[in-house]
């Protein structure tokens, strides 16, 4: 009979970036509750660190024409209509409010020459929005985050992985899980679950994201009964690194082409001018003089087609380097010395506004970014997909189990605007909060089934077994997620066809054997090797529901792009791809109709498309 | 294609000793690289943390032939490899496995500093102003990324262990933050003295040498500290001063 270390808590929250901590912090604040916070590595690590351009919100401090009315319009435009308005509507609303409560906490923003909050452009967003600490938000965020909820009565369980969920009944009671430093098991108890786990970008191969990214929380939640929505978008950021190959995949801000950087193709040529989406058109300058004006400032100009939403930038990159055009590492020239024409001190300009790319580029490329054009290409990014949540409170489709952030599915629609990520951190991670902890009070303590726990430790210790018992080693986790990792770049990356995705189904299949009986060595104590082996299975059924909701999106829209059917098609625009886990555990894949956008919001959209 | 030995420090407990592993590695490749390559083709349990491998976490800190280093920035062009390349994990902190520190006394000491307590705002809806001169300086501390190497390179704690007395060149920034925070009203200077022992600080400047954000730690942080603490306790008039007013 295994040992295990027990925790209650009223609320449990898994997951320690922007939005597991914003949720930890607000149920905290309510007199007598007792929080749980579970990082999988060391706090203040998680992938928010990792965030760049900033936190959109309509502040109006640089132009008093934004307005939560233009930050919601520009948010579903960019979702292409298939994001949960509602969500979309709390989103625009509450941010501005959340980045003040940042501040109250020690956050640091660059500030315009008035004292207040500076806010840079970024693709997708009519007006200067990101409030931004340079180019490294994200680390200003969870620091600020970290540094306030440390004070707060949170109980923090570092390095720490949970690998199920317990219920009694319908409602989710508790977690099971261990710590990677010793390899203990851990039982928590909680009234209510906060999932705050982020994305799945480790099952891809060129991917911005860090190994943490394993899908954990869409497992989790799909696995104890959850729907999931949206699960087809995923979000390929246009300029990640191609170069050196080790490299490849780090992100390279978006800020870069707030600040008046160029994409360029081998002939030298501005190619973004060549193809601007119908909807986009009356935003988007039609000269280079005018798209430089407005990265200056320039009220009155309209943004250039650099700056066009991410996924649109990415198919243009995948263009040019299908037709030859490209950079001879396979991707395009991201070119922000050129400004050196236009302004004087360019090189001290740009390091002070890109401080973190400048770094990046000069220690890892050996490249001076205020000299030398990027050599950049499309990254795995964020899934847009995730735990279907109620827009208000952010609980799922299981009583007690609530999501926030990147693993919660809805405010983003088909493709998510720059910026709109940390800010759904906090409006959501917040409301998660709130909501958990309004449930936990109404509830006792479940009833956890130690049965069911004595099995699931046995099957985590499973890897272990098969080599002792058989002799002999059997297949290492390292090459099954290589294996993964290649496919589905390759069958369900960013230009995808049903035939290879069905192929990528058979794929999947095989891999799932093979991980079955994967085998690890040496002990609990901090097993990477075992621990690869744990979240293998995580990455798996996701990348099947990605696919399966792929093959069933039978159009093209924001972030996934369909070879044989490229255009966008009304009829589904009308509903989300919902995934659950059928009675007899095969995956299921059902059309949900989005409910009827209310008259007030709609004339929102119909006033900003003009 | 290029080959190089390394030299992991690796086993747990009162049981460390070096393993060597010899593999290729290409172009532009960093030592994390490497690490995961052995360990995805020799040595499938080697314990490493990290995270972002790009230089934002401070997860993969190090010693890359004695020289406290992030692994993930650490490029192989920039290292000799005519010898082997030692690995060893950070010395400053309680070991737990290959190149894996318990680092968590960092994050208990954080919590023992008063935290951040702003004025009341400067405008009626809640908000204040600042002008970007004086948030500038609060800026570049807030660059940390608490990969803790300025601890590990600390003589005050990786030679004379004094944990308990002193919290090391991390937290000095973390104070100045704080102190020099243009919205902050709390006093932190008395603990400074007694339950921080910034007194122990000799200046010499190796902390700065190893951050890999360039926080001129030294300089910028502790110096000024050390200004503001004689300033307010060993200043003759104050002294006075403090003498009549506590009576």
């Known amino acids: 009979m295994p040992e295990y270390q027990k925790f209650e808590h009223d609320v449990l929250v898994i997951g320690a970036g922007g939005a597991g901590l914003r949720a930890a912090i607000e149920a905290a604040s309510v007199p007598g509750l007792k929080v749980g916070l579970v990082c999988k590595s060391l706090l203040g690590k998680a992938h928010t660190v990792m965030a760049e351009g900033g936190i959109a919100a309509?502040?109006?401090?640089?132009?008093?024409?934004d307005s939560w009315?233009?930050?919601?319009?520009?948010?579903?435009?960019?979702?292409?209509?298939?994001?949960?308005w509602r969500m979309a509507e709390l989103h625009a609303k509450e941010a501005p409010e959340c980045v003040h409560e940042l501040e109250a906490w020690g956050a640091v923003f660059d500030r315009t020459s008035e004292g207040k909050i500076l806010q840079r452009n970024f693709g997708g967003h009519r007006y200067p929005r990101l409030a931004h600490v340079g180019d490294r938000t994200g680390l200003e965020m969870i620091r600020t985050l970290q540094d306030h909820g440390i004070h707060q009565g949170i109980d923090v369980h570092m390095e720490c992985t949970v690998v199920s969920l317990l219920k009694d009944g319908d409602r989710v009671v508790g977690a099971f899980g261990y710590d990677r430093q010793r390899g203990r098991f851990i039982l928590f108890q909680a009234k209510a679950i906060v999932l705050a786990t982020g994305g799945v970008g480790r099952a891809y191969k060129i991917t911005s994201n860090s190994w943490e990214y394993t899908a954990d929380g869409h497992a989790l939640a799909y696995n104890s009964g959850a729907d999931l929505a949206d699960m087809e978008f995923v979000q390929f950021h246009p300029t990640g690194m191609i170069w050196p190959l080790s490299v490849a995949g780090i992100l390279v801000t978006e800020g870069v082409r707030g600040e008046g950087g160029v994409l360029r193709n081998s002939l030298g040529k501005r190619f973004m001018f060549d193809d601007i989406p119908e909807n986009y058109k009356s935003q988007t300058a039609d000269s280079e003089e005018e798209g430089w004006r407005y990265t200056q400032g320039d009220k009155q100009a309209r943004r250039p087609p650099e700056l066009l939403t991410r996924d649109h930038v990415a198919r243009c990159i995948m263009r040019e380097v299908k037709a030859g055009r490209g950079s001879p590492h396979g991707g395009v020239f991201l070119d922000i010395s050129w400004i050196k024409e236009r302004i004087p001190n360019a090189a001290e300009h740009i390091k002070k506004k890109l401080p973190s790319m400048y770094h990046q580029f000069k220690q890892l490329a050996d490249l001076d970014i205020t000299t030398t054009p990027m050599e950049v290409g499309p990254t795995t990014h964020y899934i847009m997909g995730g735990v279907r949540v109620n827009p208000d409170t952010q609980m799922s489709t299981v009583p007690g189990l609530f999501a926030a952030g990147e693993c919660a599915a809805g405010l983003h629609g088909a493709n998510r605007l720059g910026g709109n990520s940390l800010s759904d951190l906090l409006v959501f991670g917040k409301r998660a909060g709130k909501f958990a902890a309004e449930f936990a009070k109404g509830q006792s303590q479940g009833k956890v089934d130690m049965a069911q726990v004595d099995s699931i430790a046995k099957e985590t210790l499973a890897p272990?077994?098969?080599?002792?018992?058989?002799?002999?080693?059997?297949?290492?986790?390292?090459?099954?997620?290589?294996?993964?990792?290649?496919?589905?770049?390759?069958?369900?990356?960013?230009v995808r066809t049903e035939k290879e995705m069905v192929s990528a189904l058979d794929e999947l299949e095989k891999l799932k054997q093979r991980a079955s009986v994967v085998a690890v060595d040496g002990n609990r104590e901090y097993n990477t090797g075992w621990h690869t082996?744990?979240?293998?299975?995580?990455?798996?059924?996701?990348?099947?529901?990605?696919?399966?909701?792929?093959?069933?999106?039978?159009?093209?829209?924001g972030g996934?792009?369909?070879?044989?059917?490229?255009?966008?098609?009304?009829?589904?625009?009308?509903?989300?791809?919902?995934?659950?886990?059928?009675?007899?555990?095969?995956?299921?894949?059902?059309?949900?109709?989005?409910?009827?956008?209310?008259?007030?919001?709609?004339?929102?959209?119909e006033e900003q498309a003009k | 294609m290029s080959s190089a030995t390394f030299q992991l420090w690796r086993g747990s407990g009162a049981d460390g000793k070096y393993t060597t592993y010899t593999t290729d590695y290409q172009e532009g490749m960093v030592v994390l690289d490497v690490i995961h390559k052995i360990q995805a083709e020799q040595a499938p349990n080697l314990a490493v943390r990290w995270n972002c491998k790009a230089g934002k976490c401070g997860s993969c800190s190090a010693e890359i032939n004695g020289k406290p280093r992030l692994m993930c920035m650490t490029?192989?062009?920039?290292i000799p490899v005519e010898s082997p390349v030692t690995i060893e994990p950070m010395r400053a902190f309680p070991w737990i496995r290959d190149l894996v520190t318990d680092v968590s006394w960092n994050y208990r000491v954080k919590k023992q500093i008063k935290k951040f307590k702003p004025r009341p705002p400067d405008n009626p809806d809640g908000t204040w102003s600042m002008s970007q001169e004086d948030v500038d300086r609060v800026q570049e501390f807030r660059k940390c990324i608490e990969c803790f190497l300025c601890q590990d390179v600390c003589h005050v704690l990786r030679e004379h262990n004094l944990h308990e007395e002193f919290v090391g060149p991390r937290f000095f920034v973390y104070v100045a933050a704080l102190e020099m925070h243009p919205l902050d009203t709390e006093n932190r200077l008395e603990e400074l003295v007694t339950a921080k022992g910034i007194g122990y600080c000799n200046i010499t400047k190796c902390c700065t040498k190893v951050c890999p954000e360039n926080i001129t730690i030294t300089d910028n942080a502790i110096i000024p500290l050390k200004e503001r603490v004689v300033d307010e306790y060993?200043?003759?008039?104050?002294?006075?001063?403090?003498?009549?007013r506590s009576k």
Do not use: C, W
């Open chain 1, 464 to 494: 272990f077994d098969r080599v002792s018992t058989s002799g002999s080693t059997g297949e290492g986790p390292f090459r099954i997620q290589h294996v993964l990792q290649e496919k589905m770049q390759e069958l369900v990356g960013i």
């Open chain 1, 533 to 557: 082996a744990l979240d293998l299975p995580n990455m798996l059924v996701i990348s099947e529901a990605i696919t399966r909701a792929a093959i069933e999106r039978k159009e093209s829209r």
């Open chain 2, 75 to 78: 490029r192989m062009n920039e």
């Open chain 1, 69 to 84: 009315k233009v930050h919601f319009a520009d948010t579903m435009r960019g979702g292409q209509y298939v994001n949960s």
């Open chain 1, 560 to 605: 996934h792009f369909r070879e044989d059917f490229q255009n966008k098609e009304k009829a589904f625009g009308e509903f989300n791809i919902i995934i659950r886990r059928g009675p007899g555990g095969a995956m299921q894949v059902v059309r949900e109709r989005i409910p009827e956008m209310p008259a007030e919001l709609k004339q929102i959209i």
């Open chain 1, 58 to 65: 309509a502040l109006a401090t640089v132009n008093s024409a």
């Open chain 2, 234 to 244: 060993y200043d003759p008039l104050k002294r006075l001063f403090r003498m009549f």
